[in-house]
């Protein structure tokens, strides 16, 4: 028996392939709404920046090694670490290769499918009748086996005569490169932390020599009046208020310890190291302040991260409203097979052994009790979330970028005021413990005299800390040197 051919040619058939396939060649239709940037209202210029310009910007603020303009090595050097170790930056990074492998995903379900399959079927006669396998009749007789042979080809193709595939597509790489911006924000984020982390390490540090010398200056006081008590001179309770205040400044002293092995610990987590791996010998208070220099508002939409991430999101929330709009249109199917089938596996690719066939299909939803609409409804108000969280973020911004320019106005005079103050009560300081010496002001002035001091030091190296850390923190809401130019392209 010669195998059956399985050869469709409907003469209807055939030109609605043509059709379609003309149709997706062409690019057909696609549907749902072009993708435009979101509008922002934005300002010339910075309010807080009006009267403020840096004497020498440092250019130095607009890279991407931005922490180099505060001149500590250490710090430059924990840095590196942070971008090759940090472990959420890792997890960002492995958030954003996912997101890049579903546009591969997605651009794939642009072309056909092949499949390919081989069949050996052996198949067994009983009481002598004949057996059809896979299209090939057997005859036999007895126990006698026949075995056939079908190799085979096919595919399907669902052309994206509507644009879903590609407004899908659309939608992976938008998503991708939000992605990929959100790396950079996680990037950024840990660089400014451990740069503020190590401003604060080193502020203990300052604060440590500060209060190691306060202690020394105590401990002479509480000398001076135990000595003035044994002549008679003082009183037992100035005795007791000088040993009592040198003995909340040891604890006061002795508690930066754990603070600075708490901030220590937090810089090794942030450069990747566990805490007993790093170790930051104290340092004098080497870290320069730096002049930043700012850009008009509009150009912030390009260089911060967290903005493009936004901007990014609300581009692929758009293109889901082409996907869902795509539902209301036929879904068209093209699928063809062919091969060989034989119960002789030397002839088995003889051309009359061949069979092939090709079809299409179409299918169309004419009732689903307003689901789609729902959905398209659906997808539209969640375009209007991304856009309102864009805004948002963008004024966000804003807001961070004239709080630190106004801080970093501010800071200046303050520090100048502080330090002033610090060199006049360390002068009052000096003087009341000459004249409690002399015998012409009691213990009390001199207490008085001795906190102010303290304090006036104390409050100094906050400012100077601050100052820095505002750096750092406008730095970062100006971008630390990325641009949308960074963002993959596809």
């Not at 379900?109 to 009749?137: C, M, Q, R, W, Y």
């Not at 199917?333 to 051309?351: D, R």
Request: glycine share 6%.
């Amino acid at each position: 028996m010669r195998p059956v051919q399985s050869q469709t040619r409907n003469a209807k058939t055939t030109p609605l392939v043509i059709s379609i396939l003309l149709c997706g060649s062409l690019g057909a239709c696609l549907v749902g709404p072009n993708y435009r940037r979101p509008s922002v209202t934005t300002t010339p210029a910075f309010k807080e920046a009006a009267g403020w310009s840096p004497a020498q910007p440092s250019d130095a603020a607009e890279r991407k090694d931005w922490w180099t303009v505060f001149g500590d090595p250490v710090l430059n050097n924990l840095e590196e670490k942070v971008n090759v170790s940090n472990q959420t930056l890792a997890a960002a990074d492995a958030a954003y290769r996912q997101a890049h492998a579903l546009v591969a995903q997605d651009r794939a379900a642009l072309f056909p499918t092949i499949t390919l399959s081989a069949s050996d079927t052996a198949t067994k006669s009983a009481g002598g009748s004949s057996i059809v396998t896979n299209g090939v009749s057997s005859g036999g007789s007895g126990s006698g086996v026949r075995t056939t042979y079908e190799p085979t080809i096919g595919g399907t193709w669902a052309p994206d005569i509507w644009g879903a595939v590609r407004r899908t597509i659309e939608n992976a790489k938008a998503s991708a490169q939000a992605s990929a911006a959100t790396v950079a924000n996680a990037r950024l984020s840990a660089q400014t932390e451990l740069a503020a982390d190590y401003i604060s390490l080193r502020q203990l540090d300052q604060q440590k020599r500060n209060l190691d010398a306060t202690v020394v200056a105590y401990q002479h006081s509480l000398e001076i009046t135990e000595n003035k008590y044994k002549v008679g001179v003082a009183a037992q309770s100035d005795v007791l208020s000088a040993r009592g205040l040198l003995l909340t400044t040891q604890a006061s002293d002795t508690d930066l310890t754990q603070q600075r092995a708490r901030m220590e610990h937090a810089i090794a987590i942030l450069t990747g190291a566990p805490p007993a791996d790093l170790s930051l010998p104290t340092a004098p208070w080497t870290l320069e302040l730096p002049e930043i220099p700012t850009a008009v508002p509009s150009t912030l939409l390009q260089r911060r991260p967290d903005i493009a991430t936004s901007e990014r999101s609300a581009a692929a929330a758009n293109a889901l409203i082409g996907v869902q709009v795509a539902a209301y249109f036929p879904n068209i199917t093209l699928s063809g097979q062919g091969g060989f089938v034989s119960s002789q596996l030397g002839n088995l690719f003889n051309v009359s052994n061949s069979f092939w066939s090709v079809g299409a299909s179409a299918a169309e939803t004419i009732f689903d009790a307003g689901a789609r609409a729902a959905k398209v409804r659906g997808a539209r108000a969640a375009y209007d979330e991304a856009v309102a969280n864009y805004r948002q973020t963008v004024l966000t911004a804003f807001g961070q970028v004239e709080d630190n320019l106004a801080a970093q106005r501010v800071f200046g005079p303050e520090e100048a005021q502080l330090k002033e103050a610090a060199d006049v009560t360390a002068a009052n300081e000096k003087i009341t413990l000459n004249e409690y010496k002399a015998g012409t002001v009691d213990y009390t002035t001199v207490v008085t005299a001795e906190a102010a001091a303290l304090s006036a030091r104390t409050a100094l190296i906050n400012i100077q800390a601050s100052r820095l850390v505002t750096a750092v923190d406008l730095i970062e809401a100006l971008g630390g040197g990325w641009t949308t130019a960074d963002l993959p392209k596809d």
